[in-house]
């Protein structure tokens, strides 16, 4: 599938349509096979909801901010600045995200 990409040129990372950079990992929900994570090279990890696109008739194989993008978590070094994401994964209860960084960081979301 394809999901929306964002405006490069919006800072706030959390307002843009999509990831800016390459995507470099998803992952499906443990429990909810409708729900996953994208992670970025942008310093986003972003949350999709399948049942939205699949409400709305669209083809669930494209995904966008209207159509899916439920949430968006930016990923920071220790002095504030975003960093890479380079992996994701789910805690098995699916409460949480655990990302990697390139900065070496583990970040629990």
């Not at 394809?2 to 990372?13: A, F």
């Not at 992952?27 to 096979?33: A, G, I, L, P």
């Not at 209207?66 to 920071?76: A, E, Y």
């Not at 994964?89 to 409460?95: F, K, L, M, S, V």
Request: with cysteine.
């Amino acid at each position: 599938g394809t999901l929306m990409k964002g405006d490069m040129y919006i800072r706030d990372m959390r307002h843009t349509k999509g990831h800016v950079a390459a995507t470099t990992g998803a992952r499906w929900h443990v429990h909810d096979s409708n729900v996953f994570a994208t992670c970025s090279e942008d310093g986003t990890v972003r949350l999709w909801d399948v049942t939205v696109a699949l409400e709305r008739g669209d083809d669930a194989m494209s995904l966008n901010v209207q159509s899916g993008q439920t949430g968006v978590c930016v990923v920071k070094d220790e002095r504030g600045i975003k960093s890479g994401v380079t992996c994701a994964a789910w805690r098995p209860n699916g409460d949480s995200l655990m990302c990697g960084a390139k900065d070496g960081s583990l970040q629990l979301w």
